[in-house]
């Protein structure tokens, strides 16, 4: 089916529907409104959860190859429809086209990757008298809230991850992006039962209205860890399964050795992508005072190149701010650059413009007490770092109550791989960052997260442990 994106529906039961009252997001770009969306009340979330509690009971019972095959299906129609989203995406998230076409086709790839996937049935005992089974069986209902930065993919992970897995699933896309994650659920009518796909647009009231429901089993949500913090207790009221990926605040250790012109354009390029508005980008990038001048020249030199503006021009690869909340938050951190005597070798000021953008900003080597290098800015402000000292430079890695990501990056792969080993990150990388794939689990630690999505490993988390005692003679 091709597109419609000039209207939007909630998708109950397979059903296009409306709500009284309506709301709108806004163009990042340009502050103008985009189309009205639904504020689902708390009678569609009964409708929603009572459609998808009953689909459960045959989608549950539905054998692997049949998910599998209505998923590839559900695919190829979101593939069919690339060009409409990626579009409708750097429409109500602001990132350049490029970059929203490439999710897209990041979230097709991640659909078709994680049903290649088998969950396991491990035999513990096989003797004359007992056998002794463990398996993964369905959970119920998914709750899946989703953030505003990659309302695409990071929808399609927790659909596909639940759905495959014989689940029903709802998603709730972010009140500043509903638009893309609404489209996901009407392309995926055409392929699966009423109930099992479902989404509901809605206000702040929405997400703990879910949380705190009954008939929900499980809440994947990604976001903040202050907003995750409230979704685990909400959930605790009905001891609901849960998993949480959080913020970042990614540190990467340059090591002395490295190639500056090979090794600045990667860096450079994952510390700015989506105007670093990701949770697992560099955020803290510490650089050995051997290159640090060196390293430090030619940064500036290739991220002032960054062509900034609307997301639809051909050549941007900073585009906006997403909403009025995080440009106001990234404004006052951008403050402190000032307060706190701090240099900024690049940008450090906020023109005025039509939209909510940030010039890119490098913050030179800021006290480690800082604002700017304790809060995850979640907009285009690097701090970099001197170190010289191995065992220093980890500590300070270390030294935050986020642990996503950090990455290392040097020669000398022996001593990369020493360091990384000591860094308290879920995911941690040598010579690259970022760098994630549906059958690889992910996840934080310390106060990024609990649990993993993606890989056996996040599918197994939508799913109760079940083990089976045979006795093979009565």
């Not at 290649?116 to 035999?123: C, I, K, S, Y």
């Not at 360091?419 to 879920?426: K, N, Q, S, Y």
């Amino acid at each position: 089916m091709d597109l419609d994106t000039t209207s939007f529906s909630n998708v109950i039961n397979n059903c296009l529907t409306s709500t009284p009252e309506t709301r709108h997001g806004i163009n990042p770009a340009n502050r103008q409104p985009n189309p009205e969306v639904p504020i689902s009340t708390g009678r569609d979330l009964e409708e929603a959860v009572k459609a998808a509690r009953a689909a459960f009971k045959t989608w549950s019972t539905t054998d692997f190859d049949k998910r599998r095959e209505a998923i590839n299906a559900y695919a190829k129609s979101v593939e069919a429809n690339k060009s409409i989203l990626a579009q409708l995406l750097t429409k109500e998230q602001g990132k350049p086209l490029s970059q929203a076409m490439q999710e897209v086709e990041l979230a097709v790839h991640w659909a078709r990757t994680l049903v290649t996937l088998a969950l396991p049935e491990t035999t513990l005992e096989d003797t004359d008298n007992r056998q002794i089974l463990q398996r993964y069986t369905p959970l119920g209902v998914v709750g899946a809230i989703v953030p505003w930065n990659y309302p695409v993919v990071l929808a399609m992970g927790k659909i596909i991850g639940a759905v495959y897995t014989g689940n029903a699933v709802i998603l709730k896309p972010s009140p500043y992006t509903p638009y893309c994650g609404l489209k996901l659920a009407e392309l995926a009518m055409d392929h699966f039962p009423p109930g099992v796909m479902q989404a509901l647009s809605g206000d702040d009231t929405l997400g703990p209205m879910m949380t705190e429901h009954g008939g929900i089993d499980k809440i994947s949500f990604t976001g903040s860890t202050a907003t995750g913090r409230l979704v685990m207790a909400s959930c605790s009221k009905t001891l609901k399964r849960l998993t949480l990926e959080l913020g970042g605040n990614d540190a990467a250790i340059i090591c002395d050795d490295i190639d500056l012109e090979a090794v600045i354009p990667k860096v450079a390029t994952l510390a700015f992508l989506c105007s670093g508005q990701t949770c697992m980008t560099v955020k803290r990038l510490y650089i050995h005072e051997k290159i640090y001048d060196e390293f430090r020249a030619r940064l500036v030199k290739f991220v002032g190149k960054f062509p900034m503006g609307e997301g639809t021009r051909p050549d941007v690869f900073i585009g906006p701010v997403q909403n009025w909340m995080q440009f106001n938050k990234a404004k006052v951190l951008m403050r402190t650059i000032e307060a706190d005597n701090l240099t900024a070798v690049l940008g450090g000021t906020v023109p005025e413009s039509p939209g909510y953008f940030i010039p890119p900003t490098i913050v030179d080597n800021p006290p480690e007490a800082s604002r700017i290098v304790q809060e995850e800015p979640f907009a285009p402000i690097l701090p970099i770092l001197k170190w010289s000292d191995e065992a220093d430079v980890i500590a300070r890695a270390n030294a935050s109550d986020m642990g996503l990501g950090a990455s290392v990056w040097s020669q000398d792969l022996e001593r990369a791989r020493r360091i990384v080993d000591r860094l308290e990150a879920g995911n941690v990388w040598i010579n690259t960052h970022f760098e994630v794939e549906p059958f690889a689990p992910f996840g934080g630690h310390k106060s990024s997260g609990i649990g993993t999505e993606w890989g056996l490993l996040g599918l197994t988390q939508f799913c109760n442990s079940q083990t089976v005692y045979v006795k093979k003679s009565p």
